[in-house]
């Protein structure tokens, strides 16, 4: 089993920035890849970014692509997800995700799950 726990969360004013962390333990050998999902209210779980944990190669959606990055510290066995120029509607609960699957982009190809932080972008 593997467990997450993110933070970093918070309020912030449209075009400022955030950095939000996810912190993983348990039986990390088995992490190929961690990715970042959110939720904003009424709406469906989306995919924001993913990096593999080995390469640290990245792949990011097309909403937050040039304004989001994700980046990892193997030794702390953490993922970041840096957020610039923020806008009201980046405003959701962020999820932390890792999983088995090499650059996995869905929801459903991600086996461990934080119980998330929420972004509130004020405009």
């Known amino acids: 089993q593997v467990q997450l726990v993110e933070s970093g969360g918070g309020l912030v004013q449209a075009g400022g920035s955030l950095r939000l962390s996810c912190a993983a333990s348990?039986?990390?050998?088995?992490?190929?890849?961690m990715g970042w999902f959110r939720q904003a209210p009424g709406k469906e779980r989306e995919f924001v970014g993913a990096?593999?944990?080995?390469?640290?190669?990245?792949t990011y959606a097309d909403s937050v692509a040039g304004r989001f990055s994700i980046s990892r510290d193997k030794d702390k066995n953490t993922v970041y997800l840096q957020m610039t120029s923020l806008k009201p509607e980046d405003t959701a609960l962020y999820y932390c995700a890792a999983t088995s699957n090499f650059y996995a982009d869905h929801d459903k190809m991600y086996e461990y799950w934080g119980q998330g932080t929420q972004v509130t972008v004020s405009s």
């Open positions: 348990g039986r990390t050998s088995s992490i190929n890849t």
């Open positions: 990096i593999s944990w080995s390469s640290g190669g990245t």
